[in-house]
């Protein structure tokens, strides 16, 4: 059926219709599993396979909602604790000893003596998962103390070795230290780190780099691939991110709805997909340098057509937004009187503006003050210096008058639109409150204005009685955007927008926003460290590092001819969604970022920005500085 693909160690994986070079680790056959939904019970997932063989990358593809983490969930039984029930089908896995056992039917007193020696998981966010009031150290050795039954000295060692083992720095520094002291990725290294430390035979990682940035994505999945290799362990990796899949899989699972819809060698499914899904999931997936050497943005690729490009910035006039050396920062309070220990240099003498019908996109790792500058333009955050204009409006400081400018003018969407949203109160009511706050309309016309706002972002005016719940995740972000178009702003701040949505949802969402501002000429601050996406958005792309700007200018330009090394790190960690690249080599950059927390006494240089080409600049460091 399909011709053997390489994986990323040169490994030969089986496919579907070959003599299979081992037996299955894991053989998943006909798994049906339910929920309860009020007296009756709801099939989530519905007559499911799957095979993972030693040594072997099986990535589980599908959009939110089509079973792949509930079927993740069955195999290590977790899915008794989520009310989830398995109604038929079998999970059998070869123990150490070469017998077998079907998992679907173990009691969860032998489930608990397999999970960690024989099947370990590592989950999407590292913070839900780590006790936050427990030190590092102490949660790694509490895992080796029960698996591997060593005294606590002895675990103490071990979990020092295998915070180096994941590439973790000053190991044996790290073990003392709180959840919260560390970034997002080291974090994620920790939760590989408690999971690798009874050697299970089955990793499985579900989502486990979607909300990291593209370069922190980077070195997990290469230390993930690199354990594997080190372990001899097999890897069931749950994603929605194709780029992902064509970095590290060697077959894939596509599933929707609850079904397996198509199933193959990652090169096979890639380069010649069967099914619509399949072929709509790889269309969706952004590709940076795909609009190399044009100018102007430009929407995804609709219905197979590629769509004309975003020309709508307006030269002549005034800025929409000028920002001017904003500088943001936080006090950290040290200890039981609160006394203050530092400054977090949050946003450091940031200037920049946006045109009239031009989207800005802001890049930059976490942590790097991308939002916070967002936050400070509308005062969520208060900057302690610069100046901020809106139309030639100076609105850095806040009176009744340029308070109401500055909300009306300026809008914000969040990354999370079920947070955003009150679920108590109907789509309708939210739309409509910015309506009313700043006395546009009255009576009917209101509810006209929001029914026509619903029309305008993709949903019909029905969606106006609905809640939150009600919706997809896709759906409530538009929601979110049309509530920031109430107000008719000329700025809308997009943080993060589109970073939790599937990549199909993702790519709609874009979309929607390009086409209001083809209509509408609104301009958008894009903040995002999704440079794929960004390339597709962006008139012109601002790349942030510690609270600066460290190059700024035309989109082609800043991703097509990159001038500062931190810029070129970040291109260089984007995946590739083309398992035929994968043994590329591409120059990644392993080093932790530091912290932007300083003395008070040890403000940070501030690098001038040179113009290296037309309208396009970077900053330039003294000897000894960032880079």
Not at 454 to 473: A, D, I, K, T, W
């Amino acid at each position: 059926m399909s011709s053997p693909s390489s994986s990323p160690s040169g490994r030969t994986a089986s496919h579907p219709g070959e003599a299979p070079s081992a037996a299955p680790l894991l053989d998943v056959s006909g798994l049906t599993i339910s929920f309860p939904a009020g007296r009756e019970r709801v099939s989530v997932v519905q007559d499911v396979d799957l095979q993972v063989r030693p040594g072997e990358t099986v990535a589980v593809v599908g959009e939110s909602g089509s079973g792949k983490s509930v079927t993740a969930l069955a195999v290590t039984r977790l899915l008794d604790y989520a009310g989830g029930r398995i109604d038929a089908g079998r999970a059998v896995f070869q123990l150490r000893d070469a017998t077998s056992l079907d998992l679907a039917r173990a009691p969860q007193e032998r489930m608990r003596q397999l999970r960690g020696p024989e099947i370990a998981m590592v989950f999407q966010e590292p913070m839900t998962s780590l006790n936050p009031v427990l030190r590092i150290g102490d949660q790694i050795a509490e895992a080796v103390m029960l698996h591997q039954g060593l005294g606590g000295a002895a675990a103490r060692q071990e979990a020092r070795r295998m915070l180096e083992r994941v590439r973790i720095p000053e190991a044996a520094r790290q073990l003392d230290r709180y959840p919260f002291q560390l970034s997002g990725g080291m974090r994620q290294r920790v939760m590989i780190a408690i999971a690798l430390s009874c050697r299970p035979r089955l990793l499985i990682a579900d989502e486990p780099t979607t909300a990291l940035d593209v370069t922190v994505q980077a070195q997990v999945l290469r230390l993930m691939h690199a354990l594997q290799e080190e372990l001899g362990m097999s890897l069931l990796f749950i994603t929605h991110d194709m780029g992902v899949v064509a970095e590290i899989a060697d077959r894939v699972v596509v599933m929707r709805s609850g079904r397996v819809v198509e199933r193959g060698g990652v090169g096979e499914i890639f380069a010649r997909p069967r099914e619509d899904y399949t072929r709509r999931l790889l269309a969706a997936v952004p590709v940076l340098g795909s609009l190399a050497g044009q100018a102007l943005p430009r929407p995804f690729p609709e219905n197979g057509d590629e769509p004309p490009a975003q020309d709508t910035v307006e030269p002549a006039g005034p800025p929409v937004l000028e920002v001017e050396r904003l500088v943001t920062r936080f006090e950290v309070k040290r200890g039981l009187l609160g006394r203050s220990g530092g400054r977090i240099h949050a946003v450091e003498h940031v200037s920049f503006a946006v045109r009239p019908g031009e989207t800005l996109g802001l890049v930059g790792e976490s942590g790097c003050g991308k939002s916070t500058t967002g936050r400070s333009i509308l005062r969520l955050d208060r900057p302690e210096a610069g100046a901020i204009r809106l139309g030639g409006t100076d609105v850095s400081s806040l009176t009744p008058a340029t308070e109401k400018l500055l909300r009306r003018a300026v809008q914000y969407v969040f990354q999370d639109p079920f947070a955003s949203l009150d679920p108590r109160l109907t789509v309708g009511f939210s739309i409509a409150e910015p309506i009313r706050t700043h006395a546009l309309l009255a009576g009917r016309a209101v509810e006209a204005r929001v029914e026509e706002l619903l029309e305008q972002v993709g949903l019909g005016g029905s969606y106006s009685r609905r809640y939150p719940h009600e919706l997809s995740g896709g759906q409530r972000q538009r929601v979110c955007v049309a509530r920031a178009l109430a107000s008719e702003p000329r700025l809308i701040i997009a943080d993060e927008a589109v970073a939790a949505l599937d990549v199909s949802i993702r790519s709609q969402v874009v979309n929607l926003l390009m086409a209001l501002q083809r209509r509408l000429g609104v301009a958008y601050l894009f903040i995002s460290h999704d440079m794929a996406v960004v390339e597709r958005v962006a008139h012109r792309v601002a790349v942030m590092y510690l609270g600066q700007i460290v190059e700024i200018g035309p989109r082609d330009a800043v991703l097509g001819r990159p001038q500062h090394a931190y810029t070129q790190r970040l291109i260089a960690a984007v995946p590739i969604p083309d398992p035929a690249r994968r043994g590329h080599a591409r120059a990644l950059d392993d080093s932790e970022v530091p912290s932007p927390m300083r003395r008070h006494d040890d403000p940070p240089a501030v690098a001038p920005l040179v113009r290296v080409g037309p309208d396009h600049y970077v900053a330039r460091h003294k000897i000894g500085g960032l880079f």
